[in-house]
C-alpha cells in the first residue's frame, strides 16, 4: 500500500534494452515486444510501464469505464510477472483502493484470466481491458467483496461508497 | 492490512478470515508441484509389465486388456500427469519419430519440416499476433530439431527442461485453436459453445487436457501423423481403439502415433519394431 500514490512511471525515455536482472531472456524479450506493442497502440484510458530495474514489475493506470460508477475516475496499480511469464500470468493488484465486488481492500483481484483461465496470449493491454470490463460488469457469484456485491444492484449507494472509498485513498 | 482501516470503514473488511485466491492458487499449485516432484516430464522407456503391477489387485478387467495391449505393444513411456500430457505426449512422439534415422531422408520428413514451419502462418492467420507466438514457435521448432538455436535446449533437453517443454505444449495448444477457428464449420456442432469461446476457454489456457474434439484438431492442424489411442477401461470385450486421422492427407501413407488412454491421463505406447529414442 506504500506504493499506493506513487506516481505511475511514464514514457521517460527508459531503456528498453537494458535487459532484466531476474527470468529467461525470452521473458525479457517478450515484456519488451509488449511494451513497444502498448506503446504503439496508445490505447485510451490504458497506460502500462515498467518500473525500478529490468521489466518484471510495471505500474499502470485504468479509467473507469464509462456509464458506471467508476466513471471519471483513475485506478492505479501493479503488475509483477513471473520469470515464466507468459505460461504462468503476472500478479495483478490495484494499488488505489476501489469499492467493487472482485476486488478486495488489500487490491487483490478475483478475475479468472488472471488464474485457472489465464493463457499464454494474453498481454498486459488484454489483462488491462479485461479488468476494465470487471469494473463494468463484475460477477456477482464469486464475490471478494460482499458487501459490494450485495449492495450492487442499489447503484446509488454503490457510487457513493466508491467516491468515498476513492477519495480516501487520494487523501492517503 | 486491513487492520489498518479506521472503524467506521462502510465496508467492512471481508478477507481477514479466509485467504485470498492467489493464496489459494498458490497452495494448489504447491500441492501439484509436490506431488509431481519426482514425476519427470517424459519418462524412460518402461515395458509394460510395469504398468500391470499397478494393476495387480485392482480389477481383472484391466490386467486382461493389459495382457492383451502387451501383445502388440510391450513398451510405454508415461508422461507427466499435469493436464497437458496429451500434448506433451503428441510433441514428444512426433519429435522422436523426426530424429528417427529411419525418417531422415524420406519424403515424409520434408513434408513433416515444411508443415511444421508453416504453423506459424497457421496462428497468424488465425488471428495470434506474430510478436506474441514468435517464442513458442521458435522453441517448437528448436524442439523438433528443425532449427538452430544456440544457447537455447533442443530435443530431449526441451523436453526435460520446464519453461521450453511449457512453452512447446503452448505451440501446439495454439496450432489446436488455430484449426478450430479456422475450419469452425467442420467443429462448432461439437462444442457446445462458439468456437472462439471454446478455445479460451478449454484449447489456451495451460493444464486443461485435451477431449476428442482438440485431438480431431490438432491432428489436422499438424497433418503429418494418425492417432491411435487405445482406451484402457472396464467396458467388457478386448481392448478397444479410437483413430484420429488427418482430413486432408493420405493417412494411409502416415506413421502412427500410438497412446494409452486412463480417464484424464495419456502415456505412450511402442509397438514391437518402432525405433524409439533411447
Not at chain 2, 473488511?13 to 479466509?18: A, I, L, N
Not at chain 2, 521458435?138 to 530435443?155: I, N, S, V, Y
Amino acid at each position: 500500500m506504500d506504493t499506493a500514490m506513487r506516481p505511475t512511471a511514464r514514457r521517460s525515455g527508459k531503456q528498453l534494452a537494458s535487459g532484466t536482472k531476474s527470468g529467461s531472456q525470452s521473458v525479457a524479450k517478450r515484456l519488451q515486444n509488449e511494451l513497444m506493442a502498448l506503446m504503439v497502440a496508445n490505447i485510451p484510458g490504458i497506460s502500462a510501464f515498467p518500473e525500478g530495474d529490468g521489466l518484471m514489475n510495471w505500474k499502470w493506470t485504468l479509467a473507469g469505464p464509462s456509464a458506471t460508477v467508476y466513471e471519471g475516475l483513475t485506478f492505479k496499480g501493479s503488475m509483477t510477472f513471473p520469470a515464466t511469464y507468459p505460461i504462468n500470468p503476472p500478479v495483478v493488484r490495484f494499488d488505489t483502493k476501489l469499492f467493487h465486488p472482485n476486488v478486495d481492500l488489500e487490491g487483490n483481484i478475483c478475475l479468472d484470466i488472471l488464474k485457472d483461465k489465464w493463457s499464454a496470449v494474453y498481454t498486459v493491454d488484454k489483462v488491462l481491458l479485461s479488468l476494465q470490463a470487471l469494473l463494468a460488469d463484475p460477477n456477482l457469484s464469486s464475490p471478494l467483496n460482499v458487501t459490494a456485491a450485495e449492495m450492487w444492484d442499489r447503484q446509488s449507494d454503490v457510487l457513493k461508497v466508491v467516491l468515498k472509498t476513492y477519495k480516501e485513498s487520494s487523501d492517503l | 492490512m486491513a487492520s489498518s482501516d479506521p472503524p467506521r470503514d462502510p465496508h467492512p473488511p471481508t478477507t481477514d478470515e479466509r485467504p485470498t485466491d492467489q493464496q489459494i492458487l498458490d497452495y494448489e499449485n504447491s500441492l501439484r508441484a509436490e506431488l509431481l516432484a519426482d514425476a519427470p516430464f517424459v519418462s524412460e522407456l518402461a515395458g509394460l509389465e510395469e504398468l500391470e503391477k499397478e494393476y495387480e489387485g485392482g480389477a481383472e478387467i484391466f490386467r486382461k486388456k493389459l495382457q492383451e495391449l502387451k501383445k502388440d505393444y510391450p513398451i510405454y513411456r508415461s508422461i507427466r500427469k499435469d493436464g497437458n500430457c496429451f500434448y506433451r505426449a503428441f510433441g514428444w512422439r512426433l519429435a522422436e519419430l523426426l530424429w528417427s534415422p529411419s525418417s531422415a531422408s524420406s519424403f515424409w520428413h520434408d513434408t513433416a519440416k515444411a508443415v511444421l514451419i508453416s504453423t506459424r502462418e497457421l496462428l497468424t492467420s488465425s488471428g495470434y499476433e506474430q510478436v506474441m507466438i514468435e517464442d513458442f514457435y521458435d522453441t517448437f521448432l528448436a524442439a523438433m530439431k528443425l532449427r538452430e538455436a544456440p544457447g537455447e535446449p533442443t530435443g530431449l533437453e526441451v523436453f526435460q527442461s520446464e519453461y521450453a517443454s511449457s512453452t512447446t505444449i503452448c505451440h501446439l495448444r495454439l496450432c489446436t485453436g488455430a484449426e478450430l477457428k479456422r475450419s469452425r464449420d467442420l467443429y462448432e456442432g461439437f462444442a457446445e459453445m462458439p468456437i472462439d469461446e471454446f478455445v479460451i476457454k478449454s484449447v489456451e489456457p495451460m493444464a486443461l487436457e485435451a477431449d476428442n474434439l482438440q485431438i480431431s484438431a490438432l491432428v489436422n492442424a499438424i497433418p503429418l501423423v494418425n492417432i491411435r489411442i487405445a482406451n484402457l477401461d472396464t467396458t467388457p470385450g478386448s481392448i478397444n481403439f479410437h483413430e484420429f486421422s488427418p482430413m486432408d492427407a493420405d493417412a494411409k501413407t502416415l506413421p502412427v502415433i500410438t497412446l494409452l488412454f486412463r480417464p484424464g491421463h495419456y502415456d505412450v505406447l511402442y509397438g514391437k519394431n518402432e525405433n524409439v529414442e533411447k
